[in-house]
């Protein structure tokens, strides 16, 4: 879970990295777009007032006809008359030339500005959809990343409290054997064989090759938890008297195998027992059904006591 809640934090980061590029892209394309809608004004306000002038010179060309500024000079008979008439012609020539391809120069950057405007427009409407999809994205990772963390919260609530029940689980098995080393061998059968002398030498529980052991419950638990599929037998590690078979709180089904001088091993998490209290039972006998465990995974729970109190159950079997 902690893994998970990394992923979406780091997820979260990018998303708000994401997020926070796109807007200054799009407050970038904003500012472009103003400026380009503000040319788009000049250049306007610019053809308007040019228009009126180039109208009028065009509309004056049009009544010449078409000899043009050629007419002002045909009625002229002296050569220094013409040739100041032909000078003034050059400079309205030039004047006029120079008037139209200013306004035509006005109109070409005015389809430019437009063509620029249409395009920034675009591409900032663009932006801001990716903006709210990366905003959406990002509201997701944050709403998955705060259910996770009030998961996380309400296990640590459950656990404290399945810690709670197996301490007080613990306690109830504490006092269960202790009454069963007092009131003796819970059957009349011949004496087991001391378990003591097997040390690395008992039967595993489960045949199962690939399972894999953990400790069970912290420190509540001396026991540990052997991973394995649901349904598989579950043996006794060494011959012994059943002195406890049956329900009990925080370990499931359970049965409790007496193997003499206050030696014991217990099976728990068991979703079926096969013995009956009483009864005598070999090394490698089935006692039980592999289960589920508190947390919901099939394992088989293991305990050793040696002089009534825990061992290590990993050191006894045979590796």
């Known amino acids: 879970m902690l893994g998970d809640l990394r992923g979406l934090e780091l997820e979260r980061r990018m998303k708000t990295d994401e997020l926070n590029q796109i807007e200054g892209n799009l407050q970038q394309a904003t500012d472009a777009l103003s400026e380009v809608e503000a040319r788009g004004v000049e250049l306007e306000r610019a053809a308007s007032a040019q228009r009126p002038e180039v109208h009028a010179r065009l509309r004056e060309l049009y009544k010449l006809g078409r000899p043009g500024y050629l007419r002002l000079l045909l009625d002229l008979q002296d050569f220094n008359a013409v040739m100041r008439a032909y000078q003034t012609v050059a400079i309205l020539a030039e004047r006029d030339r120079r008037m139209i391809e200013e306004h035509r120069?006005?109109?070409?950057?005015?389809?430019?500005?437009?063509t620029?405007?249409?395009?920034?427009?675009?591409?900032?409407v663009a932006l801001q959809a990716e903006a709210r999809r990366t905003r959406r994205a990002l509201d997701r990772a944050v709403a998955a990343q705060t259910q996770l963390i009030e998961s996380i919260d309400a296990r640590q609530d459950l656990t404290a409290q399945f810690t709670s029940e197996l301490q007080i689980a613990r306690g109830r098995l504490q006092?269960?054997?202790?009454?069963?080393?007092?009131?003796?061998?819970?059957?009349?059968?011949?004496?087991?064989?001391?378990?003591r002398p097997f040390l690395g030498e008992l039967h595993w529980p489960v045949s199962d090759t690939g399972a894999?052991?953990?400790p069970a419950g912290g420190d509540a638990q001396p026991g540990?938890?052997?991973?394995?599929?649901?349904?598989?037998?579950?043996?006794a590690v060494h011959g012994g008297d059943v002195a406890f078979a049956g329900p009990f709180s925080g370990f499931g089904n359970l049965v409790i195998v007496d193997h003499g001088s206050q030696a014991y091993s217990l099976y728990g998490y068991l979703s079926a027992i096969e013995v009956a209290r009483g009864t005598v039972v070999q090394a490698g006998q089935v006692v039980g059904r592999v289960g589920l465990s508190p947390a919901g995974v099939a394992a088989l729970y293991l305990e050793l006591r040696i002089d009534g109190e825990p061992v290590n159950p990993i050191q006894w079997p045979a590796r």
């Open 212 to 214: 894999n052991t953990q």
């Open 175 to 195: 006092a269960s054997l202790a009454s069963l080393a007092v009131g003796g061998p819970a059957a009349s059968g011949p004496t087991p064989l001391p378990l």
């Open 224 to 235: 540990i938890e052997i991973s394995t599929p649901e349904g598989r037998p579950a043996t």
């Open 116 to 124: 620029a405007l249409a395009a920034q427009h675009d591409e900032m």
């Open 105 to 114: 120069a006005t109109l070409a950057a005015l389809q430019v500005s437009h």
